[in-house]
């Protein structure tokens, strides 16, 4: 990898107290679909192959099937069990405190995807969250669902299907 | 540098502050520039741009009726050029004064 791709795939940020100290040390060149699911196969499918990497609207329609197909989806910088932001980890950390499947796709291994999200949900930055379908907004939001008790109500039947 | 013509003579706070202030009225516009806790990390040594991480609290009568999904696209569309520019990560508190009264 040169140089100037590494800048411009790791353009992220670094870890910042919220209401717990985040790990200061960076993960880089993961690059791998995690799920912590039960069923870690269910989403291989929607890893978009490099054959799609110049069809915005393919990448449109893998983004439309992940959002539908998975109760709680994030677009975020690493993957749940390394993330290399402080806010997509963040994110990660408010959602794992519900007995919910969560669903990830890591930005930083695919610029055209990283792309094709911003443009789906008319929304700049990452970590972006979705819940059955809608669009949630990025770690400020997230986060103050949780301690509005928004969140928990959200993902109520999700958690009562497990 | 010399491309970005006038506007390079104001630092990127200014510019933030300057124009969420003309779009939103706000009564209160905390602008902080938390840069420095992320100066060292990797992803970003790269960038020649230090003002790349900002905190925004904005209290604001025109996010009246507005969620809170609605009011950060509001500020996001109103920074997009800083966000095209060098700026990587906002941090976004958009509140009503009501919401701060909650008691009035």
């Known amino acids: 990898m040169t140089t100037s791709l590494s800048s411009i795939l790791f353009k992220g940020i670094a870890a910042r107290s919220f209401t717990a100290p985040l790990t200061r040390s960076c993960y880089h060149g993961m690059r791998y679909f995690a799920t912590v699911s039960n069923d870690p196969d269910t989403h291989d499918d929607f890893k978009p192959a490099n054959k799609l990497e110049n069809s915005n609207i393919s990448l449109a329609d893998v983004i439309e099937q992940d959002v539908k197909d998975n109760p709680v989806m994030i677009y975020m910088k690493g993957v749940p069990d390394f993330p290399q932001c402080g806010f997509s980890s963040l994110a990660v950390r408010v959602l794992q405190q519900y007995d919910v499947p969560l669903s990830a796709r890591n930005i930083l291994e695919d610029p055209e995807l990283k792309n094709a999200v911003k443009a789906f949900s008319n929304w700049p930055t990452f970590p972006q969250v979705f819940i059955k379908g809608e669009f949630i907004g990025g770690s400020d939001i997230v986060l103050n669902m949780h301690q509005t008790g928004d969140l928990k109500e959200k993902l109520k039947d999700i958690t009562s299907k497990q | ?104």
């Open chain 2, 1 to 104: 540098m010399s491309s970005r013509g006038a506007s390079a003579l104001l630092s990127r706070a200014s510019r933030i502050r300057s124009k969420l202030q003309t779009a939103l009225e706000a009564t209160v516009l905390e602008v902080d520039d938390v840069s420095y806790q992320h100066a060292g990390h990797a992803a970003v040594k790269g960038s020649s741009d230090k003002e790349t991480h900002f905190n925004v609290k904005i209290v604001s009568p025109k996010f009246e009726g507005q969620s809170l999904v609605k009011r950060h696209r509001l500020v996001y569309d109103l920074l997009a050029e800083e966000l095209q520019s060098g700026l990587h990560a906002l941090s976004i508190v958009a509140k009503t004064l009501h919401e701060t009264n909650p008691n009035k």
